[in-house]
């Protein structure tokens, strides 16, 4: 099975299982902190709680790639599952009945630890596999996460029905206290300074270096576009129109119907390359427009599960060839700032297109919404393509990065010395390889 050999590498299989048992421990935080909230505090609140949440992620998203380009991914990814893994005892131990600030505060705190985790994930990816399993290494990345996905809310769901949240939290406790042990002793290398730089120096870094690659400056903001106009009401809006239909107990086979179709999808592209995954990673995001269509024309239930699934093939088809390229293409010393970058972009506006969405169905009806939105996917998806280096998720020429001041640190370093049966660390990460 293709997308099973980065796991022949044993320093990226810790990883990958400790992730994995952390990604379930987050579909459980996510069930068990409604439960505990709603219990304590005004159906209102939850809505703050989870706001301060993705508030600190966003905020917080360019520091977190200057952490994980100042020191090893694996130490800023354990770092961020103890801040999390803080912040989760903090709602065990009984903040969730303290005034409602506590919790913000730890909610906080969760999207801090998650801003610093996402980028140094992505930039401690190919140093731990050769670049021929590097698509193959986030095709299970994001199959894992996936899975992960619908396991842990369903996890949480049970555990928060025998046990009651604080029970839930606790084995959430435990799933990031793994992850934390199997990070520790992985060997990636980590960057030097020859002179040192403030924090916004090294984050107006990572700007430059995507301001170089303008392919990758325009996929960013189709990102940006395409939650805020796009995926937001989609999301908003297949659990309302289920409920105004009188399907809305299908939400959760149609949620589960998209998980499946980005596990089909990370089993696809890990065993077939495309020529220009550009095109194929793009192209792979405008299936949402079937589901659009779907909810559009009231189609029957098991069409529109159909489209999801197809929404959730394109997601992960592009994910992976997108991940894989900026892996490819961006330094190593400025991938975690890259990543950040991207994460920021992409995601600041999609809480504004999730909180509009409603409001526009009010003002205009759903039929022009879904209309506006298919026409915004479709254009967003052709002018990209005009790009020859976003056809193919590649630089025609090495563009110019301004000097960090990082240099990898000496592979003959005791402190950064890799394991004997990981020969694929020892490669550089900066290349510009035509794909």
């Known amino acids: 099975m293709s997308f099973a050999r980065p796991l022949r590498h044993s320093q990226f299989r810790r990883v990958w299982f400790g992730q994995a048992i952390s990604s379930i421990g987050d579909g459980i935080f996510a069930v068990a902190l409604i439960g505990l909230i709603l219990q304590s505090h005004r159906n209102s609140d939850l809505g703050y709680v989870m706001a301060a949440e993705g508030a600190a992620m966003v905020a917080m998203s360019l520091v977190g790639g200057v952490l994980a380009d100042r020191m090893r991914r694996s130490r800023a990814m354990a770092l961020s599952e103890m801040v999390r893994l803080l912040a989760v005892t903090g709602f065990v131990l009984g903040a969730a009945q303290g005034p409602l600030i506590l919790s913000l505060v730890l909610a906080a705190m969760m999207g801090a630890g998650a801003a610093l985790f996402q980028p140094a994930f992505g930039a401690l990816t190919p140093s731990l ?13 994001s199959m894992t996460t996936r899975a992960a996905a619908v396991i842990g809310p369903a996890l949480g769901g049970l555990l928060l029905a025998l046990s009651g ?40 870094a990572g700007l430059s270096a995507v301001a170089a690659r303008p392919w990758v400056l325009t996929i960013i903001l189709q990102g940006t576009v395409q ?3 796009v995926m937001g009401p989609a999301l908003v809006l297949l659990p ?65 599960g159909a489209t999801m699934v197809a929404t959730g093939f394109g997601y992960s088809v592009f994910g992976v060839l997108w991940s894989s390229a900026l892996q490819r293409s961006i330094p190593g010393e400025l991938l975690g700032r890259v990543m950040s970058v991207e994460m920021l972009g992409t995601f600041a506006l999609a809480p504004v297109g999730l909180a509009l969405a409603p409001l526009a169905i009010t003002a205009w009806g759903t039929q022009p919404v879904l209309l506006g939105a298919l026409v915004v996917l479709l254009v967003s998806t052709v002018l990209p393509l005009a790009q020859r280096d976003v056809r193919r998720f590649a630089d025609t020429a090495p563009p110019a990065d301004a000097a960090t001041g990082i240099r990898d640190a000496d592979p003959g370093d005791d402190d950064t010395a890799d394991d004997a049966d990981e020969p694929a660390t020892r490669r550089p990460v900066a290349r510009t390889e035509p794909s």
């Open 227 to 229: 939650l805020l106009l």
């Open 129 to 141: 596999v050769p670049d021929e399993d590097l698509p193959a290494a986030n095709a299970l990345r």
């Open 240 to 304: 309302i129109l289920l409920k105004d239909r009188g399907h809305f107990a299908a939400y959760g086979v149609m949620v589960g119907l998209q998980a499946l179709g980005s596990v089909l999808g990370g089993l696809t592209v890990s065993a077939y390359q495309p020529r220009q995954p550009g095109v194929a990673g793009v192209c792979a995001l405008a299936l949402l427009s079937l589901q659009l269509l779907a909810l559009g024309l009231d189609l029957p239930l098991y069409v529109l």
């Open 165 to 204: 949240p604080r029970m839930a939290l606790l084995v959430d406790v435990a799933t990031f206290a793994v992850s934390v042990l199997f990070l520790i002793g992985i060997k990636d290398r980590a960057p030097q300074r020859d002179t040192p730089q403030n924090v916004f120096r090294e984050a107006h």
